[in-house]
């Protein structure tokens, strides 16, 4: 018994805490909706808890607290780390590094791009962001409305970029041309794909072949490709990806030249620029 009169003293009591907090919050308030009530309109540019994002950009684009400075608690500002290329919603995570909404596109590439970070369809019609990124729809409006596919390639940094509506949207790491055999720069377009090309001059296979032609690179003679096979089946070694050893072609890993084989279409311009 004397538990059960324990037990309802602290119910009671915890009530009237309730009901005071509640009682504060509500003088609390008062005056702010009375503000709220005079003033015309807020402004957008209004930042309440003063991180360096207005309450707009907050609610909409990061989905942070509009109320906490510092969001995900790790004592570094929401303003900085947005600022600092880090997710002020993940403690040590840079925005590169988080999917809030799982939807396999990164926070800093829906933030560039402009979809939301936390919602898997921005537009709603139906096509998740990553479904409309791959197929090169626009995933910010439900028209169907086809981007533009490009692909980058840095061949002092050894990475492929390719890019939707002239926005970086993923990276890969390669390896092209070495000194005497360099991989050619300028502006080419994808004209021949084949999923298994055999190089009678290389004597190797080259799975996942995109030839790309130009100024420079006459039809069959440059492609982007996985990295080579030998007819006895031995594969190069992905240690090579990231050093320019190829014969002038631009090799990418197992599962990224698949990747972008499958992203790619005949007549995606290809630019190859020393960084
Ligand atoms: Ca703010
Ligand atoms: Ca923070
Ligand atoms: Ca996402
Ligand atoms: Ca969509």
Redesign the pocket.
């Known amino acids: 018994m004397r538990w059960v009169s324990g037990m309802q003293q602290r119910i009671s009591s915890f009530h009237k805490y309730y009901a005071l907090f509640f009682f504060g919050a509500f003088l609390v308030c008062l005056p702010l909706r009375v503000g709220a009530e005079t003033l015309p309109s807020i402004s957008p540019a209004i930042d309440s808890d003063a991180d360096g994002l207005s309450d707009q950009e907050e609610l909409s684009r990061y989905h942070t607290s509009p109320q906490i400075a510092d969001t995900d608690g790790d004592k570094v500002g929401d303003g900085e780390e947005v600022q600092k290329g880090y997710s002020p919603l993940v403690v040590g995570k840079k925005l590169s590094e988080v999917?809030?909404?799982?939807?396999?596109?990164?926070?800093s590439v829906?933030l560039a791009f402009g979809t939301n970070?936390a919602n898997t369809d921005t537009d709603a019609d139906g096509f998740s962001?990553s479904i409309e990124f791959f197929s090169g729809y626009d995933p910010r409006t439900a028209e169907p409305k086809l981007l533009q596919k490009s692909v980058r390639i840095h061949t002092v940094s050894q990475r492929l970029d390719y890019e939707l509506d002239g926005i970086l949207i993923g990276s890969y790491i390669v390896s092209t041309g070495k000194k005497s055999t360099p991989t050619p720069t300028g502006v080419f377009t994808i004209t021949k794909k084949a999923p298994r090309a055999w190089s009678r001059s290389a004597q190797l296979w080259m799975p996942w072949w995109m030839n790309f032609t130009g100024t420079r690179a006459p039809s069959g003679m440059y492609a982007v490709h996985e990295l080579p096979e030998w007819p006895g089946g031995k594969k190069e070694g992905e240690k090579h990806l990231g050093i320019p050893v190829s014969h002038g072609c631009v090799r990418l890993g197992i599962g990224s030249a698949k990747y972008m084989y499958d992203w790619t279409p005949i007549g995606t311009p290809v630019t190859i620029q020393k960084d």
């Open positions: 999917d809030t909404d799982a939807d396999g596109v990164m926070d829906e970070l962001d």
